[in-house]
Structure formats: C-alpha cells, structure tokens
C-alpha cells in the first residue's frame, strides 16, 4: 500500500508549525546538518522531526539526508524552498484584504487576484476591482 499524495495548494498550517517549519528551512539553508542538532534548535522530538519532513515534502520542497550519521540537507536555495512555504492565515477581514491589495508587484495582483475570486464568487457579483 503507497502512500497518498498531499495536493501542496491543500496544505494548511498553523501558525506554530509554519514558524517551525521557516527555522527548520533557515537552519538548513547554510548547509547540511544533524538530526540532533535540529531536534534540539527547533525543541522537537524525533517524531515531530519526521511530520515536519513530510510536510515539507507535501509543500515539493526536498530535505535529503547523507553519510553514515546522517546529515540532511536542503535541496536548493532557502530562498526557492522559502517561496513554496505557505503563510498561515493572518485572520484578515475584507476591508484590509481590499487595502493590501492595491499595489502593482506579483505579491499585490496574487491577493488581488484571489480576493476578486472570493467576492465574484462561483455565481458572479461583487467588485470587479479592489478600491
């Protein structure tokens, strides 16, 4: 029996994890590193280390390990790994979701973007632009 593949657009993170998963990241980043010396940076035990891995490789971002004590290690630039990491829900409401919105770089027209999806809806209506 495989195991079952996560969609990365379905993932859904707390806050805690999110915040975990970015120092794991950043922590990789510099180059590989230990089991052990992560378990203790990040104060996690060995079983919450292995979700995280998971979860990262449910998000398509590769930690692989190597050597006789394993070191792991990110595959890429944190920066690649960084863009693929969800932000957890700021617990926005419309009106500052609208007010973020405006702008002109990628960040601005993604929000934009989703927020006229969430307005429109599947029946139409609403907005067509954020004022």
Known sequence: ???K???ASAVSLTSSRAARLY???TLLGPGPQTRGLLLRRLRIDVRAFYRDLEALRALRITV???GDEPKYELDGPVDDALAKLPFPDPGLNV???LQLANGSTAAHRKLRQRVNSFLNGPRGGGP???R
Do not use: E, I, Y
Request: aromatic letters at 0%; hydrophobic letters at 30%; charged letters at 40%.
């Open 64 to 66: 692989t390990s190597t």
């Open 1 to 3: 029996m495989g195991r």
């Open 95 to 97: 009106r500052d979701a």
């Open 5 to 7: 593949k996560v969609d």
């Open 128 to 130: 067509n632009k954020p």
């Open 23 to 25: 120092r794991m990241l």
